[in-house]
């Protein structure tokens, strides 16, 4: 059994603004136009996203090639909302795995397009007894994933 670290992280905006960033966000060719960390991504299908879906985004960090590499676990559609569940496959420096003691990440992101709607950016993993002693990293790691999205899903004009 492990411990579960989350973060959360909302913002309320237009409805116009919200759509945008759904429209951007479900769009993969247009990710390294508005995702600070995707300079390159891979995608399923360029020009739209689907349940089921994979994304692989690259980024250089330190001079190492880093590739995330996440599955579209689950799109939830209504009127006036979209939830989209994004489930971590692993990550890999260099084609080596790297991150192998966070189990479990996922990513929810919510687009809410009413009146006193926004985005909602909700970041969760697992991790082994073990690894809790670094919680202060684990729970910085989390913050930081959330806040990212939603910093930069929020910008877009």
């Not at 492990?2 to 992280?9: N, P, Q, R, S």
């Not at 994304?55 to 996440?70: H, R």
Request: contains cysteine; hydrophobic residues 40%; charged residues 25%.
């Amino acid at each position: 059994m492990g411990k579960v670290f989350t973060h959360t992280a909302r913002k309320s905006m237009p409805p116009q603004q919200v759509k945008k960033g759904l429209a951007a966000f479900r769009n993969p060719s247009k990710w390294p136009d508005w995702n600070s960390n995707a300079k390159n991504l891979l995608a399923t299908k360029a020009e739209s996203m689907d349940e089921g879906d994979h994304l692989a985004v690259f980024q250089m960090v330190k001079g190492s090639l880093i590739e995330t590499k996440w599955l579209v676990d689950s799109i939830r559609e209504g009127d006036e909302y979209c939830e989209i569940e994004l489930v971590g496959e692993g990550q890999s420096r260099n084609e080596r795995p790297i991150a192998k003691g966070l189990k479990n990440l996922m990513i929810s992101i919510t687009f809410l397009y009413q009146e006193d709607g926004g985005i909602e950016v909700h970041a969760s993993c697992e991790v082994s007894m073990l690894l809790a002693v670094f919680s202060k990293q684990i729970n910085g790691f989390m913050k930081s994933q959330a806040e990212q999205f939603l910093t930069d899903l929020s910008s877009i004009e």
